[in-house]
Structures are given as structure tokens and as C-alpha cells.
């Protein structure tokens, strides 16, 4: 696994913005040589920063939306459409604005879709569609995506994979169903740590003063269960996205001097 690499830039605004120019530079670069983009999108207040600046970036044209394939890496167990989920957020910040081919955007199951209420069965079905879209050049079940995202929560949450809780400890299945995760909703389905290193580049961002705790433990050595966001690694490049705040609390040895 990759070494993480830190960016720090001045405040949240600034990290979102220069983070969705990163992403549209990586999406192009990816469909210019090999045909076709895949991103993995995260939710919370970082998450969807990042897609509204991608939104209102006039670059976002130079992506063909249509070779793009979005995947989500948790999502909330609730019904279509509830503002709390993920996609419903993301929908809302950036891809109703953009022509994107439908069924290359990958949502998880909401708890009145196809598996009904049962987590366990929704997370063995996105697994599945996940399995489907691997080839026999990526690293196991799931693709082998360009850029997974992931947001730090203050308790080195990543995904909804928290700290002790048995959905970290995973070491087999791609996607688990979560029960009585901290933060509400209780329920939830989320990849797991095997899945999330599965990709090229994992981007883990941090703003505020709220992650600057998260932040120095994850960095400091600590072990994937106590601290899951320790654990997201790329097969390439681990990239932490932080703005001063949510760095305040990290050693300047950690990262160079000219960071933004």
C-alpha cells in the first residue's frame, strides 16, 4: 500500500476547489487512455463541497460524463429519495447538472428497493454489481477504480466503517451491512477496507477543527480498527486533503512547507 501524502490548503473553500480540479484533471487523464473514467463518490459536508465546486468549475465540460462510472463508498439505509442518503445529496450538488449515462451510476440499495429492509441482503447485491463490473486486470471482485474519495469523520470514520465496530475487521467482502453505527441512521451499507484498497488513488478529506484530532491520530500510526481511516490506502498514491484547521493538530514534519 502507498504511503499517505499530504496537501494542506488555507480553508475549506480553497480545498474544495483545488480537490475538484485534481479530480477532473484525473477523471480526463483516465479517459484519454483507457476510454472511460471510475470514481468512487463520498457524502458528508466535504463530499458534497467538493461536487459543488466541481459543479461550478467551468473544466468539468473537458470530462465525457457519459464514460464516467460513479460508485459510492457508504451509503445511509433509508428510502429513495430521503435527503439523508448520499446519492440523493450528490444528485442534488453536481449530477443532475450533468448529461452522465445512467446506468453507470452505481447507487446503493435504499431499504424500499429491490432487498427490501434486509442491509445484509443490499450490501451482497452491490457487492455483486461490483463483481460484475470487474475485470480480469483488476485486484479481486471489484474494479480497480481511479479515485475513491472519503470523507474523516471526527472519530476516524471512514465510510461507515467505525472504529471497533465488526464492519472493519473485514477482511473478506467487499460491502457489509452496517448495525448501530454511532451516527445516525443506525443502518447502513459500506465497503469495506479490502475494497477500498482496491484503487489506484484513495483521497481522504479533512476541513474543520472538528477532524484535526482524526486527523493527527490516523497519521500517527494507530491501527485500522481503533482508527479506521489509518486503513484507506491506494494501491498507488494515498492522498490526505486537509484544510489548516483540520492540520492544526499534525506535525509539520508531516507535510512540506509549500503546501497550499
Known amino acids: 500500500m502507498s504511503t499517505p501524502q499530504l496537501v494542506v490548503h488555507r480553508d475549506k473553500e480553497l480545498m474544495a476547489q483545488a ?3 485534481r479530480l477532473i484533471t484525473k477523471m480526463v487523464d483516465a479517459q484519454a487512455s483507457r476510454g472511460y473514467a471510475s470514481v468512487v463518490l463520498t457524502g458528508g459536508r466535504n463530499g458534497n463541497g467538493l461536487l459543488a465546486a466541481l459543479a461550478a468549475a467551468p473544466a468539468r465540460d473537458a470530462i465525457d460524463w457519459g464514460r464516467l462510472d460513479l460508485w459510492w463508498g457508504d451509503e445511509r439505509f433509508l428510502p429513495e429519495g430521503d435527503p439523508d442518503r448520499n446519492v440523493t445529496q450528490a444528485r442534488e450538488a453536481l449530477l443532475d447538472s450533468v448529461p452522465l449515462d445512467p446506468k453507470r451510476v452505481h447507487a446503493m440499495p435504499a431499504s424500499d428497493g429491490p432487498f427490501g429492509a434486509d442491509v445484509e441482503a443490499a450490501a451482497a447485491g452491490y457487492a ?16 480497480t477504480f481511479d479515485v475513491l474519495m472519503l470523507g474523516v469523520g471526527p472519530d476516524t470514520h471512514v465510510a461507515s466503517l467505525f472504529p471497533e465496530l465488526p464492519a ?10 452496517v448495525h448501530g453505527a454511532p451516527k445516525p441512521p443506525p443502518t447502513r451499507v459500506t465497503l469495506t477496507l479490502p475494497a477500498i484498497r482496491a484503487a489506484r488513488e484513495v483521497w481522504l478529506l479533512a476541513a474543520g477543527e472538528d477532524k484535526a484530532q482524526a486527523a493527527a491520530i490516523a497519521l500517527s500510526g494507530a491501527g485500522e480498527v481503533q482508527a479506521p481511516a489509518a486503513g484507506a490506502r491506494g494501491r498507488s498514491r494515498t492522498l490526505w486533503l486537509l484544510d489548516a484547521a483540520a ?3 499534525l506535525p509539520r514534519s508531516l507535510y512540506p512547507p509549500a503546501s497550499a
Open 19 to 21: 480537490a475538484a480540479a
Open 128 to 143: 455483486e454489481e461490483l463483481a460484475l463490473a470487474a475485470g480480469p486486470e483488476n485486484h479481486g471482485a471489484v474494479p
Open 247 to 249: 492540520a492544526s493538530q
Open 168 to 177: 472493519v475487521r473485514e477482511t473478506e467482502r467487499a460491502v457489509v451491512g
